[in-house]
């Protein structure tokens, strides 16, 4: 490109919402680029990135052409028919589109296309200043941002996420004259609200970073991200631990501060007793704090805020840190105290009056239909019948606790801490209560997208149990997803089931156990629900939600849907047969085995004779198809032994070795022979060897 400028836009805002910050300032950044592109402006993105901080929002491109491009325009007109009168005069027709124009009708050319002659208009215009369209660009990139309460402020009637205070456009060194909501364009900025009570004054666009950074404000979100990290680490080494920083609360802490500096604090070793779980929770939710642990991942009583500035006096600055985190640990710790008098078998008592869904029941009912799924799932996976069934009917309790009531992602982990600490339980052993304790937490596992599945087996099958109640309720309650509302989180519960079978090697038929389930929820005989759930709709359901899940690990769609052609009973019988697939579509002679069948299964299809259930040798008149039979049947000895002990890879491997006697046949034999008794053994022997090839999968999707 030659003639081309850096480009400079700043908003200057109050204090932008937290959480949509980052949303914004890619909103405007994608409005602007659009904006160009539109307008045929070039440009050179480069590195370049949105860039935000709490109090602005910017653009900067290193590279955008001074102008458009030459505008070149073709107008159809009339075809000569209707142009022209029979002395080759012009029309009124013709004089109209080029008064239109703003021509004489000579000036007019001409263009042939598919129906014949007729005149155009071809125009050429010099391309317009970039510096004229940017303030057009800038209006519509801020009306395309996503605002869903936007402030108005002043006796203006327009509005924006926060009040807008100042306004830089800079193209190269000069300012664009430009308005917008009320502020005028200038090359002045502001820096740090408390570091730097000056203005900042932009020479040219590409100062835009470092003159902030003078000021005291690092408006780069990357930059001002790893010098959060940095500082939080350092803070942490020097407590003797290491900082826990979640990706969460780093992007928050990232979208408050504009120059961060670390503040190592601490609170009283005595809320240690708490469990850290709420601690963490309190610190990092609540305050944006990060805790420090110790290298076995134990929390201490060490913290890291980040302030918002350099303070002259960094202990009053921790004071401050201290004293707002104090009242929610002595918060927690009451709780915590309180819970532990009552125990978590006494608080599920209280599970009898809690409502969990009007057409399920309470919660206590919930608990005891998942108590009997544990139960019978239990042998599956090695796990104590009655063991399994004692942890069900613990899993709700601690949602009675004030500790849950206060912190309720803490659901499952404080029950954890309440059994291992509950009188009542003393007459399991220390590795039974340990188990117990550790699967009320597991139950809950995976909590979110890419969490793991319950690392005990004990935990899976409360994990599995409280899922498929969960599924086989909703659906017979009529609460299936619909759209993006899914209010009992039937999808992510469908998933978490589905993993925990295939990552937790669990051999269960997943339809007896949705019957099993179903079943249940019929015989509570609650209003408004039914009878039963569709346990082959809610068998789909569950299928459906590992789609995604294999395309995510790099399974192709033709791979998935050959598994599920088969409906196999067990989700890990049906991980197996798609690993297996996996395998064998990397031989040579899958393509041509995969078509094979796909032809098989069509002529079957159209079959105009009743297919014999035994083929004849007798029949055979042809060497290709004998020498078929023959492999057929020494395909299936081969394959029946590897089937039954489920090893698919050895079996698809056996099955891919038919392909020369496959080949063979479709070259050689006239399925369709005139003689009935012969069309019908053939089509016999195909269905044979097609029942074979699609005792893995059904290959035929594999071929393209």
């Known amino acids: 490109m030659t003639d081309i400028k850096p480009l400079l836009i700043e908003l200057g805002t109050e204090e932008l919402p937290v959480k949509a910050l980052p949303g914004l300032a890619q909103a405007l950044f994608d409005g602007v680029l659009a904006g160009l592109e539109k307008r045929g402006i070039a440009f050179e993105r480069g590195e370049a990135r949105p860039l935000f901080t709490p109090r602005r929002l910017a653009v900067r491109l290193p590279a955008v052409a001074v102008r458009q491009p030459e505008q070149r325009s073709e107008v159809p007109g009339p ?9 080759g005069q012009p029309t009124r027709a013709l004089l109209g589109f080029a008064q239109k124009a703003g021509v004489e009708w000579t000036q007019l050319e001409r263009a042939r296309d598919g129906k014949g002659e007729r005149f155009v208009h071809r125009a050429v215009k010099p391309g317009a200043a970039t510096a004229a369209l940017l303030p057009e660009i800038l209006r519509e990139a801020v009306a395309a941002m ?64 470092e003159s902030l950074r003078a000021a005291k404000v690092l408006a780069d979100p990357d930059e001002r991200r790893a010098r959060i990290v940095a500082e939080v680490e350092a803070a942490a080494r020097e407590a003797g631990g290491r900082a826990r920083i979640d990706p969460g609360i780093l992007e928050e802490v990232n979208a408050l501060v504009e120059w961060p500096k670390a503040v190592l604090c601490s609170f009283e070793r005595e809320f240690l007793a708490v469990p850290q779980e709420a601690l963490i929770a309190t610190m990092e939710a609540n305050q944006k704090f990060f805790p420090v642990l110790d290298a076995d991942g134990r929390l201490g ?132 209560r340990s188990a117990l ?40 309650a009529g609460l299936q997803p619909t759209g993006n509302k899914d209010p009992f989180a039937l999808r992510r519960n469908a998933l978490g089931l589905a993993r925990t079978l295939v990552e937790g090697q669990l051999e269960l038929d997943l339809r007896t156990a949705l019957e099993a389930a179903s079943r249940q929820i019929g015989a509570a005989g609650k209003e408004g629900a039914q009878a039963s ?29 050959a598994a599920a052609a088969l409906r196999p009973a067990s989700l890990l019988d049906f991980d197996r047969r798609l690993r297996a697939i996996g395998e064998f579509a990397r031989l040579p002679e899958a393509e041509a085995l995969a078509a094979a069948n796909k032809r098989i299964r ?66 050689k034999v006239l399925v369709n022979a005139e003689d009935m008794a012969v069309r019908a053994n053939r089509l016999a022997l195909l269905k044979r060897l097609g029942d074979r090839l699609g005792s893995v999968a059904a290959i035929e999707h594999l071929s393209l």
């Open 146 to 209: 996503p605002i869903p309460k936007p402030m108005r402020w002043g006796a203006h009637e327009h509005g924006f996420a926060r009040p807008l205070h100042w306004l830089v456009v800079l193209f190269g060194g000069e300012v664009v004259e430009a308005e917008l909501l009320g502020a005028k364009s200038d090359r002045m900025s502001r820096g740090h609200r408390f570091m730097h009570d000056k203005p900042v004054w932009f020479s040219s666009a590409d100062d835009y970073v």
């Open 79 to 87: 075809y000569l028919n209707v142009a022209l009168d029979a002395d």
């Open 602 to 667: 069509n002529i079957l299809r159209k079959a105009d004779v009743a297919v014999p259930e035994a083929v004849d040798p007798a029949r055979f008149t042809e060497d290709a198809e004998r020498a078929l039979a023959q492999a057929v049947d020494a395909a299936i000895a081969d394959t029946d032994p590897l089937l039954a002990c489920r090893d698919y890879v050895a079996a698809l491997a056996r099955l891919a070795a038919l392909r020369p006697q496959v080949d063979a046949f479709f070259d």
């Open 437 to 476: 304790a550790a699967a009320l937490d597991e139950a809950y596992m995976p909590r979110f997208s890419g969490d793991a599945i319950a690392p005990s087996k004990l935990g899976q099958v409360l994990a599995i149990a409280e899922r498929l109640d969960t599924l086989a309720g909703g659906f017979a």
């Open 301 to 432: 009583e060490r913290f890291v805020g980040i302030a918002n500035i350099e303070s002259r006096d960094p202990a009053e600055v921790r004071k401050g840190y201290e004293r707002v985190i104090r009242p929610r640990f002595a918060d927690a710790k009451f709780f915590f105290v309180e819970d532990l008098k009552q125990g978590l078998v006494a608080m599920n008592e209280g599970l009898k009056t809690v409502t969990y869904q009007a057409r399920l029941g309470t919660v206590a009912d919930k608990v005891a239909r998942v108590a009997a799924l544990a139960e019978a799932i239990a042998p599956h996976a090695g796990v104590d019948p009655a063991l399994a069934r004692r942890a069900a009917l613990l899993s709700k309790a601690d949602l009675q606790s004030r500790l849950v009531n206060e912190f309720p992602e803490l659901q499952g982990i404080a029950g954890r801490y309440y059994a291992m600490a509950d009188a009542a339980l003393a007459d399991l052993s220390f590795e039974q």
């Open 533 to 561: 759930a569709d346990v082959e709709g809610l068998y789909d359901f569950v299928l459906d939600r590992l789609r995604g899940y294999y395309t995510d690990t790099g399974v192709p769609p033709q791979q998935f849907e």
